[in-house]
Each structure stands twice: as C-alpha cells, then as structure tokens.
C-alpha cells in the first residue's frame, strides 16, 4: 500500500479543535505565514514525517491557490476532502484534481 497508518489533518483555519491540538495530535507551522493563517495542520508524532512529504512547497502552493476553503483529512489509505465556509459550492473537476495531487504526493 502506498501510504499506510498515518493520519494527517489540514483544515480551513475555523479552529476545528478550539485553541488547542486534539489528543494525541500536534498543530505544525510552517514557514509560509499565510499559508499558517490559512490553514491548521495537525499530525500525530509518529506521522508527521507523512505530513511534511504531503505538504511539501509545491502541493501548499497549488492548495493555497485553488481554494481556501478546501479541507484534507488522511486516514490510513482514504483522503477525505471536504469544504468549509458559507460558499459549499464544489468544482469537481478541481476537487479530482486536489485528490489526484495529494495521492500522488503520497506514494513519494
């Protein structure tokens, strides 16, 4: 299996958890203040690795390009991508898109 028993959460920054990383979980900055105000990023200890491969410079850029409100979850071998915000409108041809990007990056 390309990518196994990691999990990875990156969230339109809503303060998903409150002020504070769910159990277990570690919020990480990165060194793109925007892309920090934009998003939070929460990785288990043993995944972070993952995490860091997943949001290399490429993939936040074309995120943080794409759409703000896109939200990526990681479980094991599932990507769950969801939407936030007032405007839930989806593009599936960028949401295919966003999801072929972030398995690709994956199996690195």
Known sequence: MPFQNHTAVFSFNQKLFGNSAP??????????????????VYATDADRLATFEL?????????????????IE?????????KT???????YQTVLTILQKAYKELQL
């Open 23 to 40: 159990d277990g979980y570690t919020k990480y900055e990165f060194e793109w203040p925007d892309f920090n105000k934009r998003y939070d």
């Open 55 to 71: 949001l290399n410079p490429g993939f936040m850029a074309y995120l943080y390009d794409t759409d703000e409100h896109v939200s």
């Open 74 to 82: 990681v479980v094991d071998t599932i990507i769950y991508l969801y």
């Open 85 to 91: 915000g007032s405007d839930q409108t989806i593009d």
